[in-house]
């Protein structure tokens, strides 16, 4: 009976959120996204259980083929292994299959899109990123999309005084 206790609790943890990468919304119109697998070493998959994994500034390159994440950070425990050099902003492979890498190549070449990660998650016993194709922001789209949030912000307010009137 404990047993059947433990996995439950076990897969209530394994599931969810890693980090979460807020300022790609604001900066980026983020369009078609691609769940992708982690290339990682052991340490790094403790760090992660760790809750010390940030992908604030990572961001995702095509390099002979094949998608590598740079830039996100994995700061290493103290307790991990002295035989292995940690490096916490090591180049990362990400997996995808064969025709969405040339997907993704096709529309960063010709359309100019670039490739954001916004999400690492527990997927089972996984580690996924969220990746999404992604166009640059100007400041103007940057202030109305500002104003569209705040306005339903407000409309969210007015409603809920209204049903309390009502």
């Known amino acids: 009976m404990a047993k059947k206790n433990s996995t439950k609790k076990d897969a209530k943890n394994a599931s969810g959120t890693i980090a979460l990468n807020k300022r790609a919304r604001h900066e980026y119109h983020l369009e078609t996204r691609y769940e992708a697998g982690l290339e990682l070493q052991g340490w790094e998959l403790k760090s992660i259980r760790a809750g010390r994994a940030n992908i604030g500034e990572a961001y995702a390159v095509v390099k002979n083929g094949e998608l590598f994440l740079f830039n996100s950070q ?26 969405e890498i040339d997907t993704l190549i096709g529309k960063i070449q010709r359309d ?9 998650y527990w997927k089972g016993n996984k580690v996924k990123a969220e990746i999404c194709l992604a166009k640059g922001k100007q400041a103007h789209d940057k202030r109305n999309a500002e104003k569209d949030r705040d ?13 309390k009137d009502a």
């Open 112 to 120: 100019g899109y670039t490739m954001v990660p916004t999400a690492l």
């Open 151 to 163: 306005w339903q912000r407000d409309k969210q307010r007015f409603m809920r005084a209204h049903n």
């Open 74 to 99: 994995m700061t290493p425990l103290l307790s991990a292994s002295t035989h292995v050099v940690a490096e916490e902003r090591r180049t990362r492979k990400l997996l995808l299959h064969r025709h």
